[in-house]
């Protein structure tokens, strides 16, 4: 089964540090991985993403200096959160677009069901 699953999330002071994980069924090698990310009653906002080439790397200005996208192995790709801030909260989910980099999260392919992220103190 074609499945992605994230894990990481939980509940942060400010200035915390989270690493949310995707996890992959498949080889990601050849996906572009978006992070996107949705508070209640707040549209979809595209976080991070990296390319299926050369690993470039994109950012969400409200997360960047801040945030980290790598790929682990074939089938994992991580999203280290520094200096978390209450308006990072949302529920975080990792995408697949077998496509070009886009941070249209309707070009994407495959979806993982998110992970919750509670910045509080």
């Known amino acids: 089964q074609v499945q992605l699953v994230e894990s990481g999330g939980g509940l942060v002071q400010p200035g915390g540090s989270l690493r949310l994980s995707c996890a992959a069924s498949f080889n990601l090698d050849s996906y572009v991985i978006g992070w996107f990310r949705q508070a209640p009653g707040q549209e979809r906002e595209g976080v991070s993403l990296?390319?299926?080439?050369?690993?470039?790397t994109f950012y969400a200005d409200s997360v960047q200096g801040r945030f980290t996208i790598s790929r682990g192995n074939a089938k994992t790709v991580y999203l280290q959160m520094n200096s978390l801030k209450p308006e990072d909260t949302a529920v975080y989910s990792c995408?697949?677009?077998?496509?070009?980099?886009?941070?249209?999260?309707?070009?994407?392919?495959?979806w993982g069901h998110g992970t919750q992220v509670t910045v509080s103190s």
């Open positions: 990296i390319s299926n080439v050369e690993g470039k």
């Open positions: 995408a697949a677009s077998a496509g070009w980099s886009t941070w249209d999260w309707n070009e994407y392919d495959y």
